[in-house]
C-alpha cells in the first residue's frame, strides 16, 4: 500500500525557516517524480514545487511564488522527500501536501497534509 | 503560465442526477490535464488522467473529455459520495496550475 506521511508543520513568526518532511513507502521511491502543492485555509490547491528522480538528475521546479526561498530535495536511501522553506510571509499559511507523480504525471497519491502557520 | 477555468464555481445537485463541470485552458495543453475529488479536511484523489483515463479503483460513473483547450467531467448518476469539491489539473507545462475549483453540493 502506498503511503506518504508529511511532518514539520506548525507555527513560526514571518521571516522564519521550516522544514517539512514526506516519507514514502509501498512503491519505488527512487523512480518517480514527487512533487509539494498547499492549500490556504478555504481556498484552493497551489502547486508548489517538483523534483525529478536520479535517471533525470534530480532537478527541480517551483512556482514563482516560492522561487529562490524554497527548496525541495530528496533522499532515495531513506525514501523521503523534503521542503525546506526560508524567509516565511503570512501567505505561505497552507497545509502542505507531498503528492507522487504517476506514470502520466498526475499525482497518484498524496499525503494527509501538514499545516504551517506563519504568524507573528 | 498557463491559467485553468473551471464553471460552475459551485453546482447543486441531487443524488442521481448526470452533472458536468467544464474546464478551460488558457492555452492548448493537449491531454495532459486531470481531475481530482476532494472531501473536507482530507488529501485530494486523483480520478481521472490524461483527459480521459479512469484511475483505477474510480468508479465508472466517473468520465472525463476533451482535448486542446476545453475539458469536461462527468459524472452519471451522482451518488451521496459524490458530494465534493473538482479541481482541474493541467500538467503539460510549468508551472503546473490548478482550476479553482467547484463545489458539488446536495440540492
Known amino acids: 500500500e502506498v503511503q506518504l506521511v508529511e511532518s514539520g508543520g506548525g507555527l513560526v513568526q514571518p521571516g522564519g525557516s521550516l522544514r517539512l518532511s514526506c516519507a514514502a513507502s509501498?512503491?519505488?521511491?527512487?523512480?518517480?517524480?514527487m512533487d509539494w502543492v498547499r492549500q490556504a485555509p478555504g481556498k484552493g490547491l497551489e502547486w508548489v514545487g517538483r523534483?525529478?528522480?536520479?535517471?533525470?538528475?534530480?532537478?527541480?521546479e517551483y512556482a514563482a511564488s516560492v522561487k529562490g526561498r524554497f527548496t525541495i530535495s530528496r533522499d532515495d536511501s531513506k525514501n523521503s522527500l523534503y521542503l525546506q522553506m526560508n524567509s516565511l510571509k503570512t501567505e505561505d499559511t497552507a497545509v502542505y501536501y507531498c503528492?507522487?507523480?504517476?506514470?502520466?504525471?498526475?499525482?497518484?497519491?498524496w499525503g494527509q497534509g501538514t499545516l504551517v502557520t506563519v504568524s507573528s | 503560465d498557463i491559467q485553468m477555468t473551471q464553471s460552475p464555481s459551485t453546482l447543486s445537485a441531487s443524488v442521481g442526477d448526470r452533472v458536468t463541470i467544464t474546464c478551460r485552458a488558457s492555452?492548448?495543453?493537449?491531454?495532459?490535464l486531470a481531475w481530482y475529488q476532494q472531501k473536507p479536511g482530507k488529501a485530494p484523489k486523483l480520478l481521472i488522467y490524461?483527459?480521459?483515463s479512469l484511475e483505477s479503483g474510480v468508479p465508472s460513473r466517473f468520465s472525463g473529455s476533451g482535448s486542446g483547450t476545453e475539458f469536461t467531467l462527468t459524472i452519471s448518476s451522482l451518488q451521496p459520495d459524490d458530494f465534493a469539491t473538482y479541481y482541474c489539473?493541467?500538467?503539460?507545462?510549468?508551472?503546473?496550475?490548478f482550476g479553482q475549483g467547484t463545489r458539488l453540493e446536495i440540492k
Open positions: 503528492a507522487k507523480s504517476g506514470g502520466y504525471q498526475a499525482f497518484d497519491y
Open positions: 509501498g512503491f519505488t521511491f527512487s523512480d518517480h517524480y
Open positions: 523534483i525529478r528522480n536520479k535517471a533525470n538528475s534530480y532537478t527541480t
Open positions: 492555452q492548448s495543453i493537449s491531454n495532459r
Open positions: 490524461k483527459a480521459s
Open positions: 489539473q493541467q500538467y503539460n507545462s510549468y508551472p503546473i496550475t
